[in-house]
């Protein structure tokens, strides 16, 4: 990891279908974050792809994350949940927050929820929109394609399928079609199936597969009268732009903002710091949090004496005569190197000496 940082406290929100896990941090308008498929919000803060964007993102905003029934630290789920279970485990975490009036930061599957609740029974209590790498569900697989190319329903969800299928195992699709971008980060090869057999067990994320290709919110678009910004990056081949296009053009109050990039989960793409600058603009709000980059430039995060015992390291030199060299202790070297180890995410002099220099 490039370094630790302190979890924010896990709180539980009461609902009719079981306790809803929480975290509530930072400072400014309130913004939920209405999840995706799965994820676990206490384990997001292991890895600084994960926590940074959330740190800077809390520098601006008052921040809500909940992980939905059957995932993460909530509790299980007796049955997949309609829309309409997902909207009131919505109500319960704004309840629980005392928030009355919020921005729902909607992410993948949870745009489907943030524009039902924004256009139904929790209209008054939201005061925007903020959609990212998302869609309005099933009702848009015909009709985006009005707006470019779409998947053909057969083949999506066979790939769907093979999500579930190498879930939580070292075959797993996430770092293949998800977040591509991870891939340059090499202690996320054996992060992600850990974090992904948190997040749910492989019977739970089949059934919230399935029960995700029920959720729609289509026909409620027109309804929507908030303002909202929809951001895709042009690549995404899980939720291809065609479906963010497509949401922009039928929002009536709708601006569409469109980045390279080719990831899904575009919180852990290296265009993060572009997406929070849209948000903080579009809401009228500032943050002064350290921005993303030191994750994609992770020697940046390095000393300067890490850089030199790192650099005598990839040279081929021992630490005896890296110690002389540099005129410290061998355990100074030895300190140096561990520290170095944790933030490039390798685990050995081997592993070092074969991670390039960017």
């Keep these: 990891m490039l370094g630790t940082v302190q979890a924010p406290p896990i709180q539980y929100a009461a609902s009719a279908r079981g306790q809803i896990a929480y975290q509530e941090f930072g400072a400014g308008p309130a913004v939920v974050i209405v999840p995706p498929l799965a994820q676990h919000i206490e384990m997001m803060w292991e890895q600084p792809a994960f926590w940074r964007p959330l740190q800077r993102l809390a520098s601006g905003f008052r921040l809500v994350l909940f992980d939905k029934l059957g995932t993460g630290l909530s509790d299980p789920a007796p049955q997949p949940a309609n829309r309409d279970e997902r909207v009131e485990e919505l109500r319960a975490v704004l309840d629980a927050t005392r928030i009355e009036r919020a921005w729902l930061l909607g992410l993948s599957e949870g745009g489907i929820i943030a524009l039902a609740a924004a256009s139904g029974v929790l209209a008054e209590r939201v005061e925007g929109l903020l959609l990212q ?30 999500v579930v299928q190498r879930w939580g195992s070292d075959g797993t699709v996430i770092l293949r079609d998800f977040a591509p971008s991870l891939r340059s980060i090499p202690a996320m090869l054996r992060w992600i199936p850990r974090y992904e057999r948190a997040a749910a067990s492989p019977a739970m994320i089949g059934a919230l597969m399935k029960s995700g290709f029920g959720l729609d919110a289509t026909e409620l678009l027109a309804r929507v009268s908030q303002r909202a910004l929809v951001v895709h990056l042009s690549g995404d ?22 980045l390279e990039g080719e990831d899904h989960f ?15 603009a579009f809401v009228g709000t500032s943050g002064d949090g350290q921005r993303v980059q ?52 390798v685990r050995s002099r081997t592993e070092l000496a074969l991670l390039a220099w960017v």
């Design 133 to 162: 790498s998302t869609f309005s569900g099933n009702g848009a697989l015909s009709r985006a394609a009005a707006y470019g190319a779409v998947p053909e329903r057969a083949r999506y969800r066979a790939f769907f399928d093979e």
């Design 237 to 258: 081949r899980v939720v291809p732009a065609s479906f963010g296009k497509m949401l922009a053009a039928l929002l009536p109050n709708a601006r569409f903002v469109e």
């Design 266 to 280: 575009s919180w852990v793409s290296p265009r993060v710091d572009e997406i929070i600058d849209q948000l903080f």
């Design 294 to 345: 030191t994750v994609w430039s992770p020697w940046s995060a390095l000393t300067p004496s890490e850089r030199r015992v790192v650099g005598l390291v990839q040279r081929g030199l021992s630490n005896a005569r890296i110690a002389e060299t540099l005129r410290i202790s061998a355990r100074t070297v030895e300190n140096h190197l561990a520290r170095a180890y944790s933030k490039l995410g």
